[in-house]
């Protein structure tokens, strides 16, 4: 079995080869031609040595673009870009050697002009055999059965046109318009399958023009290079006679040109924020199973579903091997379940299909190729709870290579999400049969914990620390931390209005709106309002959330932030050592749920030094009564704040938690309380 690297090498060769055999037949050919020779040597020997450089090409991109782990789309661009750009600067040293040479007879000798069209020839196969290879990737993004099989007709019609080439059809000619006009169709057909570009934001949308827009005036140069080689009259082989070339012009013509229209109509719209959206609110209805009174079975069926709307999967299956074992299928029967697992090969995946998972997960191990009448692309996700597999999910395509990791990513999060939910589930089931309610919550309050992060994401330009702990076994108060890109990080503190397990509920909800927004780095305004909408699809309508959010970017050393109807978080400057309150307006999220929210939404930005300190706290803190029934409030947090302000970080947070403790003299909480520090560097 032949590995991918040597495959690569060896089209490699045989393109150099190729291109070698096919200049010296053709100029070998011509010589013999000027010079009335008597040589008995077939002139179909350049058009198969061509035809092998264009396989050989095609082969070796083949391996090196279509193979890779991922889809990046801009970086696939760039690489029609780049191979454009080295390919044309090599060509205008060809037709820098014709000014030069203008007025000498090396420019007019057949030989020489002949050499110097190979040359060229072999840098337009490789510009355009790469951007066919780009293109072809591009429209199989997402593909279906029946585009597969336009594809594939295209294809072989395609290649089966190096062939019709050597019978020295010329253009215009009737069979070869024929040939041509078929072509095009199937290339304008398969020109409108552009679903690669909602899949970009504005700004690599942009890109993604401007690439296109110069790959487009290299096909112009090269079709100018040409044309002005045919204008010799001295050509043995005229590649603008040749069907396949002229139809890969058309296509890679076609394709750009649409796909640049399609992505100038895209930029104002918001198709990717509504599948973002769309995932959040599958993820949303996981989370809110078990508080809705729904069964282990509900949250399965909603599972099952969801995971198939996000990946397009044709047929699913969800086992579960608990107390009461359990096998849903969708668009498969229990015997197909049993052949497919027959069939799987990669051991990563058999293990997970077999309740062998140890823990250590890999998406890109789970996705996996079928030899199965009906499907060929197989993902497998173990559904844990408390680090041991109860069950496996598994999705299927009818096509080869049809899932991604963005893909595997989603599934990933609905698992998990599931996981949580089914064991809360199992927990509160378990306290209701044994009659230990409260021994239980104390276990559901780990899982609530575990929410929260142990150690939150930061650079050298900050340190921060978090703290909470819930009136009851479970609270409501939630903090986090994400670096949706580098050197920006999007921190948030919120309160669940209520205690207990509702609230923990809802916080479970509001951490995957989080996790589902944050990671697209915008602004602190279009959060907060994109999080109102989302929570509002799912929030008791006697439930709300408050929050503030801030947008962290230490590069500019500036913090973007927004309040949701939170208590005013505390800013310390350390050059005017004082704290200021940052009080702004706002609402929290499920109050309003309409349009009508955006209004109350502001957004401030306040630019920090090092030294500077910011305070997040709930209200927990402030509004926590001593015996005299008077509340700590920011009288009695500011002070505690400037008495440990010099402190290290973990001791300012101990000492104004023991400086509340102090205040209450013993009294109960009546709260969650939460806060989280910031010190910057």
């Not at 947090?637 to 938690?657: F, M, R």
């Amino acid at each position: 079995m032949l590995t991918n690297k040597l495959k690569i090498r060896l089209s490699l060769l045989a393109g150099i080869l190729s291109w070698l055999l096919f200049t010296f037949f053709d100029l070998y050919l011509l010589f013999v031609e000027k010079y009335d020779l008597n040589v008995n040597l077939s002139e179909v020997l350049p058009q198969i040595f061509l035809t092998t450089l264009i396989v050989s090409t095609l082969f070796f991109y083949r391996y090196t673009i279509t193979k890779a782990d991922s889809v990046n789309f801009l970086d696939l661009l760039w690489r029609v870009f780049i191979t454009g750009l080295v390919t044309t600067i090599g060509s205008l040293f060809i037709r820098a050697f014709f000014f030069v040479f203008k007025n000498s007879t090396i420019t007019e000798n057949a030989l020489t002009i002949n050499f110097l069209y190979n040359i060229l020839i072999g840098l337009v196969v490789i510009f355009l055999v790469s951007t066919f290879v780009v293109w072809k990737r591009l429209i199989l993004y997402q593909k279906t059965k029946s585009l597969i099989q336009v594809w594939t007709i295209f294809e072989y019609s395609l290649f089966a046109s190096l062939l019709f080439d050597w019978f020295g059809y010329k253009l215009m000619s009737i069979n070869f318009n024929t040939a041509l006009i078929f072509l095009c169709i199937f290339a304008l057909v398969l020109s409108f399958n552009l679903k690669w570009i909602a899949y970009l934001n504005f700004k690599q949308k942009w890109k993604s023009i401007l690439f296109i827009l110069l790959s487009g005036i290299y096909v112009y140069h090269f079709l100018i290079n040409l044309h002005n080689f045919t204008e010799t009259e001295a050509l043995s082989l005229d590649l603008l006679d040749r069907v396949f070339m002229v139809s890969l012009f058309i296509f890679i013509i076609l394709y750009a040109a649409i796909a640049v229209l399609v992505t100038l109509f895209n930029l104002p719209t918001s198709s990717v924020f509504e599948r973002k959206l769309q995932e959040a609110i599958d993820f949303q209805k996981l989370s809110q199973s078990i508080p809705a009174g729904q069964n282990a079975e509900q949250t399965y069926d909603i599972l099952l579903e969801s995971s198939m709307s996000a990946v397009f999967a044709d047929a699913a299956w969800l086992e579960i091997k608990d107390t009461e074992p359990v096998l849903l299928t969708r668009g498969l029967t229990e015997p197909t379940v049993k052949d497919i697992k027959d069939l799987v090969k990669q051991d990563y995946i058999k293990e997970v299909l077999n309740y062998r998972f140890n823990g250590e997960f890999s998406s890109s191990k789970i996705i996996g190729s079928l030899h199965h009448p009906d499907y060929k692309s197989i993902i497998a996700v173990p559904v844990m709870i408390q680090n041991k597999q109860i069950g496996v999910l598994v999705l299927l395509q009818e096509v080869g290579e049809a899932f991604n990791r963005e893909m595997v990513d989603i599934i990933s999060t609905f698992v998990n999400q599931a996981g949580i939910s089914l064991e809360n589930f199992h927990l509160i089931k378990e306290a209701i049969e044994t009659e230990r309610y409260k021994e239980e919550l104390k276990i559901a309050k780990s899982v609530q914990k575990s929410l929260l992060p142990d150690e939150m994401s930061h650079n050298d330009r900050f340190g921060i620390v978090g703290y909470s702990m819930a009136a009851d076994e479970v609270g409501g108060d939630y903090y986090d931390v994400l670096e949706p890109s580098e050197g920006v990080f999007n921190l948030i503190i919120g309160d669940v209005s209520g205690k207990g397990t509702s609230a923990a509920f809802n916080m479970a909800q509001m951490r995957g709106i989080f996790h589902s927004l944050a990671q697209k780095d915008e602004s602190p305004s279009a959060f907060i309002k994109q999080a109102n909408a989302a929570m509002s699809r799912c929030l008791e309508r006697s439930s709300f959330i408050t929050a503030m959010y801030f947008r962290i970017d230490t590069r500019k050393s500036v913090i973007d932030y927004v309040r949701a109807g939170h208590c005013p978080a505390l800013f310390y400057s350390a050059s005017s050592k004082k704290i200021c309150r940052l009080e702004n307006n706002g609402l929290g999220l499920g109050i309003l749920r309409n349009s009508e929210y955006d209004q109350y939404v502001e957004e401030y930005t306040i630019a920090y030094e090092p030294g500077d300190l910011l305070l997040l706290y709930t209200d927990g803190i402030v509004e926590a009564k001593n015996d005299d029934n008077q509340q700590f409030g920011l009288e009695g947090l500011e002070p505690s704040l400037l008495n440990h302000i010099n402190k290290p970080l973990e001791e300012v947070k101990d000492g104004i938690i023991d400086d509340l403790m102090s205040f209450l003299n013993g009294n109960k909480l009546d709260d969650d309380y939460s806060l989280a520090i910031v010190r910057f560097s």
